[in-house]
């Protein structure tokens, strides 16, 4: 089976920062996608950011010029940098595989991880 722990949330004043990081473990071949979804009291569940096997990445317009996403193949770790928090950045971030590929299972499948609580003071 294959968990995601993600660990780096807690509080923090606005403008400052966090670094959240999601480590996947398991018998693991390949993992096309991580990202970072985050779910705000009384809100839907949105994508903050996304990188590819090949590097390449996506983020929510929100947080574009704020928030870098990195990962460590060896690893299979994602990362979230976050600076320049805003109160609205206040929320469970969660983390996601996508297209992963396990040893003695046929196809691909998506995990998550159980979140990390992120809130910024005014």
């Known amino acids: 089976q294959v968990q995601l722990v993600e660990s780096g949330g807690g509080l923090v004043q606005a403008g400052g920062s966090l670094r959240?990081?999601?480590?996947?473990?398991?018998?693991?071949?390949?993992?096309?996608?991580?990202?970072?979804?985050?779910?705000?009291?009384?809100?839907?569940?949105?994508?903050?950011?996304?990188?590819?096997s090949g590097g390449s990445t996506n983020y929510a317009d929100s947080v574009k010029g704020r928030f870098t996403v990195s990962r460590d193949m060896a690893r299979n770790t994602v990362y979230l940098q976050m600076n320049s928090l805003k109160p609205e950045d206040t929320a469970v971030y969660y983390c996601k595989a996508d297209g992963v590929k396990v040893v003695l299972r046929h196809g691909l499948y998506d995990y998550w991880g159980q979140g990390t609580q992120v809130?910024?003071?005014?």
């Open 20 to 52: 959240l990081s999601c480590v996947a473990s398991g018998i693991i071949v390949s993992i096309e996608t991580m990202g970072w979804y985050r779910q705000a009291p009384g809100k839907q569940r949105e994508l903050v950011a996304g990188i590819t």
């Open 119 to 122: 809130t910024v003071s005014s």
